[in-house]
């Protein structure tokens, strides 16, 4: 005997940024949804949307602007009356404010939902290595938890060009359809240079970060933020919190 399904939001995921990051963060979603059965998921719509500019040349280099794009994506999740929406680029969240202006869909946000992870399971913490894109380092999108008393610890320019950057951008990147081992090289040597840096947590804030790296690589609290925002969206979709 079907039981009624669970009064549930629709979900909006922007990806192709890259596109291995946006099937990640949907994947994620299902792994934490409270179902037992086909029907009783949440409806989700990905639209993988390989037309966006790259966001840190944009926000850094005066590259082209990922704007008009960002807005086609979240303008074409009306005709579906979606009612969340979340997007699998953290350096996106820079146009945030715009964004909403589009949408009356509610637009779930990585570094919220990172703040209430900190306030009620790592309350102590006060040094986090933070793994993120250049531009959403120097657009200042983690900025919110410096102001509540976090030092936020990054690698130096060279080490965040050379070794993080770079495990993103070169062939066989993170954002590559393979992924070659030495991308994977430079990659992990950015990690234990930001854990070198005696600090109490790292932070994944970048949706590469989730394809490599979980707890299990590190012998300290770790956070993905993409992880984080998957389980927000499950809580807001089934009307949890």
Same mark, same amino acid.
């Given at each position: 005997? !079907? *039981?009624?399904? +669970?009064?549930?939001?629709?979900? &909006?995921?922007?990806?192709?940024? #890259? @596109?291995?990051?946006?099937?990640?963060?949907?994947?994620?979603?299902?792994?934490?949804?409270?179902?037992?059965?086909?029907?009783?998921?949440?409806?989700?719509?990905?639209?993988?949307?390989?037309?966006?500019?790259?966001?840190?040349?944009?926000?850094?280099?005066?590259?082209?602007?990922?704007?008009?794009?960002?807005?086609?994506?979240?303008?074409?999740?009306?005709?579906?009356?979606?009612?969340?929406?979340?997007?699998?680029?953290?350096?996106?969240?820079?146009?945030?404010?715009?964004?909403?202006?589009?949408?009356?869909?509610?637009?779930?946000?990585?570094?919220?939902?990172?703040?209430?992870?900190? !306030? *009620?399971?790592? +309350?102590?913490?006060?040094?986090? &290595?933070?793994?993120?894109?250049? #531009? @959403?380092?120097?657009?200042?999108?983690?900025?919110?938890?410096?102001?509540?008393?976090?030092?936020?610890?990054?690698?130096?320019?060279?080490?965040?060009?050379?070794?993080?950057?770079?495990?993103?951008?070169?062939?066989?990147?993170?954002?590559?359809?393979?992924?070659?081992?030495?991308?994977?090289?430079?990659?992990?040597?950015?990690?234990?240079?930001?854990?070198?840096?005696?600090?109490?947590?790292?932070?994944?804030?970048?949706?590469?970060?989730?394809?490599?790296?979980?707890?299990?690589?590190?012998?300290?609290?770790?956070?993905?933020?993409?992880?984080?925002?998957?389980?927000?969206?499950?809580?807001?979709?089934?009307?949890?919190?």
């Amino acid at each position: 005997m !079907q *039981t009624t399904p +669970p009064q549930r939001k629709k979900l &909006g995921i922007i990806g192709g940024m #890259g @596109a291995r990051a946006g099937v990640l963060l949907m994947q994620k979603v299902v792994d934490y949804s409270p179902v037992t059965r086909d029907q009783d998921f949440i409806e989700i719509l990905l639209h993988s949307n390989a037309c966006i500019p790259d966001r840190t040349r944009a926000i850094l280099y005066e590259g082209p602007s990922p704007e008009e794009e960002l807005i086609r994506s979240v303008s074409g999740f009306s005709t579906y009356n979606v009612e969340a929406i979340m997007m699998a680029c953290v350096t996106a969240y820079y146009y945030y404010d715009k964004l909403q202006q589009h949408t009356p869909a509610h637009i779930l946000h990585p570094v919220n939902a990172l703040c209430s992870y900190l !306030q *009620t399971a790592h +309350p102590d913490v006060r040094r986090i &290595g933070l793994l993120a894109s250049t #531009g @959403a380092i120097q657009a200042g999108i983690f900025h919110r938890l410096g102001d509540a008393g976090i030092n936020l610890i990054t690698l130096d320019d060279a080490q965040q060009e050379t070794l993080f950057m770079q495990s993103l951008y070169m062939p066989g990147g993170l954002k590559s359809g393979n992924i070659s081992d030495a991308a994977k090289q430079l990659f992990f040597g950015a990690v234990d240079k930001l854990r070198a840096q005696q600090v109490d947590m790292i932070v994944g804030g970048c949706s590469e970060v989730s394809i490599l790296l979980n707890a299990d690589a590190l012998d300290i609290p770790y956070a993905d933020v993409m992880d984080l925002l998957a389980m927000e969206a499950v809580k807001y979709c089934y009307n949890l919190s």
